[in-house]
């Protein structure tokens, strides 16, 4: 039942965000979380949050550039990644 209710949060606030708003708080999320290092989870975000809401959708060969940037470490190309999305 909580998981049924969480799902219906989520889904409600999602029809209420334009995509543009999404977009700009999750890249708030994901640049906070590469500011204090978290590189790996700063391009996860992202990438979770791009596919949940239904304005977003991502080319995958558009998130290869994150999963690039996250497995070598590289936290200037992991911002390019993240704040490429408009």
Do not use: W
Request: proline residues 2%.
């Amino acid at each position: 039942m909580a998981s049924e209710n969480a799902r219906l949060l989520v889904s409600l606030t999602l029809s209420t965000v334009t995509g543009e708003q999404y977009v700009e708080r999750n890249k708030e999320r994901a640049l906070a979380l590469l500011r204090v290092g978290r590189i790996r989870q700063a391009v996860a975000s992202m990438m979770m949050d791009m596919r949940k809401h239904p304005d977003c959708g991502v080319p995958h060969a558009i998130h290869t550039i994150g999963i690039s940037a996250a497995a070598a470490g590289d936290a200037a190309l992991a911002r390019v990644y993240i704040e490429g999305f408009n």
